[in-house]
Structure formats: C-alpha cells, structure tokens
C-alpha cells in the first residue's frame, strides 16, 4: 500500500486526543481516553470550557475499562451530575464490572496550577458488587443520597437504587421491566423519574412508551403512570425519544405520531393528570433519530435555555427555546451532531461534515452568536476531497428514494466503476460525512453512491416503514434501481459495477449479487447472511428485530430461508470478498466460515478473510488498512482494471 493509500485510511486518527463522550457541567468539559498501551484501559479527563489548549486533568487514576454494553450497543459509559455545588462523577467499569463514583469541586481559576481544575474531595468508591449483566449511564442522585440507574440482568431490564454511603453493594432492584427500557432522567427536585420501555414484537424507535413514576423519602416506587392521550398515542404505535426534564414539572421529548419525531413539551404537575403544554409539528423535520445505542441527546438546558438539534434535509439545524417559545434557529455546517450538551447558555457539541473530521464545537450564548455558525467555525476542511451530491431517484414502487454521489477524483478510467454501496442497520442511514473509505476509492478514479434505501431513518416514520416485511427485497432493489439510473445517465461504465456492504448491508448486498445481473462483484464485511440463524442466536436487542423486517418466524418461515443468501450461496459465480472477525459477538464468523469453501470452488477470484481480534465493526487501523488493500487487489483481478 502507498503512503497515500495509507493517508486516506489514516485521516481518522488526529493526533489530538479523540475526545470521546464529552459533556459539559457548570465551565468543565469532561470526556474518554484510552491510557496506556492497553486498548481495554480508558479514564475520564476534563479541561475548562472553551480553552482547547488546556492541558487535560486525568481524573479517574486507577486501571478501569469505562464501557457500556447495555443491550449489546452500549452507548454513553459515565455521567457527571451536578450536585450539592460538587461533580459526582459515576461511571461503569468492565474490569470489576460495576458501577463506581467519585467526588469533586472545582478549583478557583486563580488557584488553579499543574494543569488541576478539580479537586477531588472523596476518593473513588466501588457501589455495587460485580454483576453478571450490563449497566446504562442515565442515573440520577436524589436528595437522600440515592443513586438511580437500570441495569440487565439475565435478559431482562431493572430499575435500581445504590446508597451512596455504602460500597460495594447489592444493587436494589425498585421494578422489574417487562422487558427493555431506557434513558432513565429526572424532575429537578428527584421526586418523579421518568424512563421509555418497549416489548417484543417492537424495536424502540417503532413503538415504545414514556412512564413516569413517584418516588417516596426512602427511594421506592409510590406510584407509576403511562403516559397515553388520544392526540399522541393511545390509538396508534408511537415512539418516542430522550425524555428530558427541563424545570420541576416540565419535560420535553420528541414523538412521531405525525410521521416525523416531533418536539412534544408535558405538564407533570400531576402525575395522574399528565397534559400536553405545546406540540409542535413540523413536517420533513426530525428532532430524534433510531435508538441503537443509549444516550443519544437532541435536548439540552433547561425552560430558560433549552437548545434542540433537528436533522433538515441533509444537515443539522440547532434551535434556542426560552419559556417553550422559539426565539432563534442557527443553521450549521454539520450532516452529524455527536456529544450534545448545554450548561446554561454554554453549548458543545461535536460536528462532522462533508469535507472535514469532527470538531469539537464550544461556544458561550451569553456571547453574540450568529445563526450562520459557519461564518464563525474554523473549519479545517479536507483538500482533494469528493464532496458529495445529494440524488432522489425512483427506488421501489416508484417511491422517491435518497443517496448521495461521489464523483471520481482522478480519471484512471474512460468510464469510472461505479461501487454502490449498502448501509448497516438496516435501520441507519448515510449522512454524507466524510469517510475515508469512500475518499479512498473516489481518488483511484471510482465513483461511488451511497443508497438511503427504503428503511433508511431520518427521513421520516413513512420512509422508515417502506422495509417492513420487506427487508431482502425492498433495499435490494432500491441498490440496483440507482445502478441503472447512473448506467443510463452515462456516468459509469455498466460493466464495472459492483456492491459492498457491512453488517445489514452485506445481506443486501449478497442478494444483489444473487439476483441482480448488473452487479459484477460484491465486498461485504461481516455479512448477514442466515436469517434463521439470526432469528435463534443473535443478541437480546435484536431478538425481536426480524418480527417487522420479515415477519413472525412461524408465521414467515419460508421467508426467512429464501432471503438468506446462505441458503442460495451456490448460485453465486461472481467474485465475492467477504471480511469477519472472529469475536463478532452479533453475526458470528461460524457463518462466513460456512460458505467460504463453496465461493473459493464457484469463482477463482472470492475470497474470505478473517481477522483473530476484530469483532462487530473493524475498530483497528492496521485491519483497516489489509482491508482496503486486499479490496482493491480483489477489484483490479475481478474486473480486470
């Protein structure tokens, strides 16, 4: 591989620290790091808000792997509470596998040296005993020195309570969900706590419900209440996102009974008689996004300054509330927003565009701010760069489906190969932010699409529903619909033509390969490629994740053997590469391995490559690199470029 090769692989690692998980209290930023040489040793650092050249305090000093592994995808790992004018740091450790928690105060700014912006006034304190489960990161502490928090455990979800005087204790299960639940908050006084479940046949961002519940002096349960209103959800599947309490008796969510995630503001002033203080609606727009993982935060602040994200269009948008009014819009330079958190007027937030990696963004509103935040955002925006086109085309049914086009950088062809290419999930999506993969094939004259195919989120619940029972036919189809627009257009060569896709993504694209004569070659990483066998042995989550994808089991058996290419893989005479690692914990390897003998035998050109330490989504540069190398040898022989 050239060294140019090796940049384009490399441009994701900055050799600034990657600031994972940040979030903002009171005017300390804090985030995650890995320590060490060690890939399983992480710690929790913070610096003053708005100064980037401040030297990080490491606060967590012993050895911890802070992880979350809450239902499989895990999400945010520690949360740092405000509390009694002091940050109570709490994060969960994969080595004791517990929860642990630490105190701090800050240390006047003309007191502070030796790059220490917080001291610690109680040492790190292990609070519960080791369990055999997962914790979340949404806990709440109540004014009786209760921890709140929901953990699994032999699947199935709690609500729970640790005393924060004591160590290393039984956690004490307050309810036993029926079956998941999420995104634990509370009412500013910790008198109501608030939480979405979801049960079988349902993922959460189909149908859920948002709880709210009563808790007494000694922290149990007094009373617990559905939220249900006829306007909202009592007639029809709802789901809604990040209930977030923004004053004593006031919460802001996002609901799509209109057909997009939508704000939705509640009166908790009685928990028998929850009303609905302003709705808005707002087509094309989405104030939430699909639940993989927990934490994901579009609201921030409190009823004096709340700020709100919303995916418009191919870019994010951030809007300013005071007393649930609407007083200003800022358009943004972002296709994805990470990391969002408000501390009064202090926003920050993590932004990624088209041509340029995340930045991490802070800025004061006290301060003038412009609603263009790209007239005052330095951007380091990457050169030799394709940026891409946004293109609707007719997808299946006719139906008006979305991908983005990336034009070749250099002309290697007299028409360019075109790679079209499958996202994971499938419930996701492309969000057009740079990627270094699809930056890598554009500057060896590829031209590469990106297909939001029918099932793809943040397009509306419509868009979203479109693969419901459908999955293995309805994205298939939309991937080969583009291929022969772009064909017809005279944009690509018709027989150079190939898919890739990872995950979700690769059931597709080995359907495509089965079924769909234009597609000439398929790179897949860590394919689906048996559905019976995902329906028996996939993780928790995703137990139910096929009941609307392709249908009940019983009811649908047949289906599920026809759309899985395992079942098929002897009709495949084209090259296939496919790539798996062998701790894969959600496809595993076992699958891949299965087929492999049968591709070698069928083409001389397929390949299937495995790589000992890799699991669900290749996380090593070094593995990415043989990747990219081995796909570009695989395509030069394949196509004979």
Same mark, same amino acid.
């Given at each position: 591989m050239s060294n140019d090769d090796k940049l384009k692989v490399r441009q994701t690692k900055s050799k600034k620290k990657a600031l994972k998980e940040l979030t903002i209290v009171r005017d300390i930023i804090f985030w995650i790091d890995v320590v060490g040489e060690g890939k399983n040793e992480n710690a929790i650092f913070a610096r003053p808000f708005n100064d980037k050249e401040a030297f990080p305090q490491k606060l967590t000093i012993q050895k911890y792997n802070i992880k979350n592994n809450f239902h499989g995808y895990g999400g945010k790992s520690y949360q740092c509470i405000d509390y009694k004018n002091k940050f109570y740091l709490v994060w969960i450790d994969q080595i004791t596998k517990a929860v642990w928690y630490q105190i701090f105060k800050e240390v006047a700014s003309n007191y502070r040296s030796q790059n220490k912006y917080l001291d610690s006034v109680q040492e790190p304190r292990q609070?519960?005993?080791?369990?055999?489960?997962?914790?979340?990161? !949404?806990?709440? /502490?109540?004014?009786?020195?209760?921890?709140?928090?929901?953990?699994?455990?032999?699947? *199935?979800?709690?609500?729970?309570?640790?005393?924060?005087?004591?160590?290393?204790?039984?956690?004490?299960?307050?309810?036993?969900?029926?079956?998941?639940?999420?995104?634990?908050?509370?009412? %500013?006084?910790?008198?109501?706590? !608030?939480?979405?479940?979801?049960?079988?046949?349902?993922?959460?961002?189909?149908?859920?419900?948002?709880?709210?519940?009563? /808790?007494?002096?000694?922290g149990e349960i007094q009373k617990i209440k559905k939220f249900s209103n006829k306007l909202i959800n009592a007639n029809k599947k709802v789901s809604f996102f990040q209930p977030y309490w923004i004053s004593e008796t006031l919460l802001v969510c996002s609901e799509d009974s209109s057909g997009w995630w939508n704000l939705l503001f509640l009166d908790v002033s009685e928990i028998e008689n929850i009303l609905i203080k302003k709705k808005v609606e707002r087509n094309l727009i989405e104030y939430g996004a699909a639940q993989w993982v927990s934490g994901i935060t579009f609201f921030s602040g409190t009823i004096k300054n709340l700020f709100c994200l919303a995916k418009k269009q191919n870019n994010f948008i951030m809007e300013q509330y005071k007393d649930l009014e609407l007083v200003r819009e800022f358009s943004t330079p972002f296709s994805l927003i990470s990391d969002f958190s408000v501390f009064r007027k202090?926003?920050?937030?993590?932004?990624?565009?088209?041509?340029?990696?995340?930045?991490?963004?802070?800025?004061?509103?006290?301060?003038?701010?412009?609603?263009?935040?790209?007239?005052?955002?330095?951007?380091?925006?990457?050169?030799?760069?394709?940026?891409?086109?946004?293109?609707?085309?007719?997808?299946?049914?006719?139906?008006?489906?979305?991908?983005?086009?990336?034009?070749?950088?250099?002309?290697?062809?007299?028409?360019?190969?075109?790679?079209? *290419?499958?996202?994971?999930?499938? %419930?996701?999506?492309?969000?057009?932010?740079?990627?270094?993969?699809?930056?890598?094939?554009?500057?060896?004259?590829?031209?590469?699409?990106?297909?939001?195919?029918?099932?793809?989120?943040?397009?509306?619940?419509?868009? *979203?529903?479109?693969?419901?029972?459908?999955?293995?036919?309805?994205?298939?189809?939309?991937?080969?619909?583009?291929?022969?627009?772009?064909?017809?257009?005279?944009?690509?060569?018709?027989?150079?033509?190939?898919?890739?896709?990872?995950?979700?993504?690769?059931?597709?694209?080995?359907?495509?390969?089965?079924?769909?004569?234009?597609?000439?070659?398929?790179?897949?990483?860590?394919?689906?490629?048996d559905l019976k066998d995902m329906h028996y042995n996939t993780h928790r989550f995703e137990k139910n994740y096929l009941n609307s994808l392709v249908g009940n089991y019983e009811k649908n058996h047949d289906d599920y053997i026809n759309r899985s290419p395992i079942n098929h893989i002897y009709k495949i005479k084209k090259p296939t590469l496919l790539f798996h690692g062998k701790k894969d914990k959600v496809i595993s390897y076992k699958q891949t391995l299965k087929i492999q003998e049968i591709l070698n035998k069928n083409n001389k050109y397929s390949e299937v490559i495995f790589f000992e330490n890799e699991g669900h989504g290749f996380k090593n540069v070094e593995t990415k690199e043989v990747v990219m190398k081995k796909s570009h040898d695989f395509l030069k022989n394949a196509l004979n470029l």
């Open positions: 609070l519960s005993k080791s369990i055999d489960g997962n914790f979340d990161s !949404s806990f709440v /502490i109540s004014k009786k020195k209760f921890l709140y928090g929901i953990c699994e455990i032999n699947n *199935r979800d709690y609500l729970f309570s640790l005393n924060l005087k004591k160590t290393k204790q039984d956690i004490h299960r307050i309810k036993k969900f029926k079956n998941f639940a999420g995104a634990l908050s509370s009412n %500013t006084s910790v008198k109501l706590l !608030s939480w979405v479940e979801w049960d079988s046949p349902y993922m959460p961002w189909e149908k859920n419900d948002l709880f709210f519940a009563q /808790i007494d002096l000694d202090k926003v920050l937030l993590k932004g990624f565009g088209f041509d340029f990696l995340g930045i991490v963004f802070e800025i004061d509103f006290a301060e003038k701010v412009l609603s263009n935040f790209s007239k005052q955002l330095h951007i380091d925006h990457i050169k030799d760069c394709s940026k891409p086109e946004s293109f609707w085309f007719k997808g299946f049914e006719e139906q008006s489906t979305h991908s983005f086009l990336y034009k070749p950088l250099v002309e290697n062809f007299k028409k360019p190969p075109l790679l079209v *290419r499958a996202h994971s999930g499938p %419930t996701s999506f492309f969000d057009g932010s740079y990627n270094p993969e699809v930056q890598y094939w554009t500057s060896k004259g590829f031209f590469v699409a990106e297909v939001n195919y029918g099932g793809s989120s943040g397009f509306g619940k419509e868009y *979203r529903e479109r693969l419901n029972y459908k999955w293995g036919i309805v994205d298939s189809y939309d991937c080969k619909a583009l291929a022969l627009e772009l064909t017809k257009s005279n944009l690509v060569d018709s027989e150079k033509v190939l898919i890739s896709g990872n995950s979700a993504g690769g059931l597709t694209a080995l359907n495509c390969l089965l079924y769909e004569s234009i597609f000439k070659a398929a790179i897949c990483k860590y394919p689906v490629i």
